[in-house]
């Protein structure tokens, strides 16, 4: 299974050239995108549009993006939106949580995790970061949330792609045996054997 995955694009006309560019080239089964795809929602129903086009999508929302607005959107444009659902393609779980990117602990996350259905391999899409790792180091400290290692700990989890702090995109790190990874804008090409 291959897919591309990518956060903080920000409606950036360059970055999105390059993600369709890898797009084009690698011929992924699926996309990924781990919110801030807009700068506060502006011109957001033609960036999702243009997210659309790139293929089969899961989709969450960033913290400059509303839930509610998202999941419409993705409804109209027929993307799937994983902000507190699970899906299971080959095998692997794939979890969302959206939003956020500046707290700690998330206590609706871990309500949500304790019930979320899985799977096989377990795949956790965040838009804020893991803490504890290289993509939540900001100012030589960490300042990612603590719910999300911890589930990923506890689960086993495979690979975390999150984002949410710029300075760390293209971050890749070990959480025990969890694979964390920051995208970027441009995207990163993901393989999990089946």
């Not at 913290?63 to 419409?72: A, R």
């Not at 506890?154 to 990874?181: P, W, Y």
Request: glycine letters at 10%; hydrophobic letters at 35%.
């Amino acid at each position: 299974m291959k897919f591309v995955a990518f956060v903080d694009i920000h409606a950036s006309p360059t970055m999105f050239k390059k993600l369709q560019s890898t797009v084009k080239k690698e011929k992924p089964d699926f996309i990924i995108c781990a919110g801030d795809f807009t700068i506060f929602e502006q011109n957001m129903e033609e960036m999702m549009k243009k997210i659309a086009k790139l293929g089969d999508v899961l989709i969450i929302h960033g913290n400059h993006e509303d839930e509610h607005v998202t999941e419409m959107l993705c409804k109209k444009y027929k993307m799937t939106f994983l902000h507190g659902k699970s899906v299971t393609k080959k095998g692997v779980t794939f979890l969302g949580w959206g939003g956020g990117g500046f707290e700690e602990k998330d206590s609706d996350f871990e309500a949500y995790a304790k019930k979320a259905k899985t799977q096989g391999k377990i795949v956790l899409v965040t838009h804020a970061p893991v803490y504890g790792t290289k993509t939540d180091l900001i100012w030589n400290e960490h300042r990612g949330n603590k719910s999300f290692a911890e589930y990923a700990k506890k689960k086993g989890v495979r690979l975390i792609i999150c984002g949410h702090f710029h300075e760390n995109a293209g971050q890749h790190d070990k959480l025990g045996k969890t694979l964390v990874l920051n995208p970027g804008p441009a995207g990163a090409v993901v393989e999990i054997e089946d």
